[in-house]
């Protein structure tokens, strides 16, 4: 369609771009016709609309002086574990958009890499169901995974990277594990320890795996 757009603003008509899902050119496609647009020297102006990031981030509780929009992270885990990797040393907010049926896998995946931070999930924003969910990443990406999968749109607000707690010993952790693997699997009692110490929860597995095995 852009060049027929073109076609028609070089020709001195005036256009509106107008989107009912917040404001256009978020995530969008449409940012080529505006640059296309300034490149021609076309002028361009704005009416803004409402904006699901802000919105998330001003209702999050998190810190708002420093915040980076990602958008939505690829859909396959391996792609997406890269991604999360490339933002994880970005000392600021960020802010996702994510598909309700991938939450649970995407809060997995940043649990992993993203270590210990605090996280809010926006869901259905301005409408009637609308619902946030506050609390540590470990702990929600427990809570998502256990649940199906809910319903909305969705945006993920995750908090910069909190101060590391104590150092805790090998000795400690293995015998905190051997506690836990009492009566959790190893999957929760890795999730349970890593939010009880903000250690990356792949490397508690790993752990709880071994002592799994060794009693086993």
Known sequence: MRPAIMARLTHGETLALVSDA??????????KLVRQAIAS?????????PSAALMAL???????????YAGFLPPKSGARRKALGELAAIDATLIFFES?????????????????????????????????VRGDLTSLAAHYA???APKGEIVVIVGPPLA???????????????????????RDAASQLA????????????RALRLAGETA
Do not use: C, N, Q, W
């Open 22 to 31: 917040g404001t256009p050119l978020i995530s969008d496609p449409g940012y």
């Open 41 to 49: 020297g076309i002028h361009v102006s704005a009416l803004p609309g």
């Open 58 to 68: 001003t209702l999050s509780g998190l810190p708002s002086d420093r915040f980076l």
């Open 100 to 132: 309700p049926r991938r939450l649970a896998a995407t809060l997995a995946d940043m649990a992993d890499i993203l270590g210990r931070r605090d996280i809010a999930v926006a869901r259905e924003m301005t409408k009637l169901h609308e619902e946030f």
């Open 146 to 148: 256990g649940i199906s």
């Open 164 to 186: 590391p707690r104590a150092a805790v010993s090998d000795e400690t952790i293995d015998a905190r594990l051997a506690e836990l693997l009492k009566s959790a699997s190893v």
């Open 195 to 206: 939010a009880e110490t903000g250690l990356a929860r792949r490397d508690l597995y790993a």
